[in-house]
């Protein structure tokens, strides 16, 4: 079975730290998303892309964060610098983009951790 | 704005034992999607289920099984003859079909315990 990769599964950091979070999405996919995961927000999303183009960042802190997608194999979400109220779960989820709304597939997410 | 509510924080209920998760959604859409995700004590989420909003057909998989009404915006699922390899967080999760608003929008997770 196709899989969306994360990596790295799991990140321990100090705050002011640099943290790259990166997302191989499944072949043929072309619209790539990144939720986060805490226990007060639970799920929310970030930011996505389609065909590598941002179309929705709003719930992103533009300050620290950005979201890129270098190409069609790799998209990256990068925090700099960190703060401990980062810590979170991040998911990549990809999908085929349209109005039918197929299914976002997710990876295993990266949990980061910033003391 | 979209909204999903799942009133059920937490539910055990003894194995072989059928169990219902509630979902409630909100939209202004005529169109939209509705999707049912499971988080097991892994952490990976796992696609379930997709629903379109002219669909209101119930589904049925094996053991489990899902009940749209558009009526009451509800979409509920029920695992018959629950296992313990059904233990997880379940998430409702809805997008609405309008251009550029392809986000899920989840709601807070029911977890389900399946005691042996």
């Known amino acids: 079975d196709a899989r969306v990769t994360q990596t790295p599964r799991h990140k321990v950091t100090e705050m002011g730290q640099e943290v790259t979070m990166r997302c191989q999405p499944i072949l043929g996919h072309n619209t790539v998303f990144w939720y986060r995961q805490t226990m007060m927000q639970g799920l929310e999303l970030l930011a996505y892309?389609?065909?590598?183009?941002?179309?929705?960042d709003s719930g992103m802190p533009k300050d620290r964060f950005s979201a890129e997608m270098p190409d069609a194999t790799l998209a990256t979400l990068k925090i700099q610098p960190s703060e401990p109220r980062d810590s979170a779960v991040y998911f990549c989820?990809?999908?085929?983009?349209?109005?039918?709304?197929?299914?976002?597939?997710f990876g295993d997410g990266t949990r980061l951790s910033i003391l | 704005a979209q909204k999903v509510t799942q009133a059920q924080t937490e539910i055990s209920v003894v194995e072989k034992e059928d169990v219902t998760l509630d979902c409630v959604y909100e939209?202004?859409?005529?169109?939209?999607?509705l999707f049912w995700y499971k988080q097991p004590p892994s952490g990976e989420l796992v696609f379930l289920i997709r629903?379109?909003?002219?669909?209101?057909q119930n589904e049925i998989s094996g053991r489990y099984s899902w009940n749209f009404q558009k009526s009451t915006s509800s979409f509920n699922f029920t695992i018959t003859a629950s296992q313990v390899v059904d233990s997880a967080v379940y998430f409702c999760?809805?997008?609405?079909?309008?251009?550029?608003?392809?986000?899920?929008?989840f709601g807070t997770g029911t977890r389900l315990t399946i005691i042996p």
């Open positions: 999760a809805l997008s609405e079909a309008s251009f550029g608003n392809e986000k899920l929008t």
């Open positions: 939209t202004r859409d005529t169109t939209y999607y």
């Open positions: 629903r379109n909003s002219f669909d209101e």
């Open positions: 989820a990809s999908g085929v983009g349209g109005g039918s709304r197929q299914p976002q597939h």
């Open positions: 892309f389609r065909n590598r183009a941002p179309l929705d």
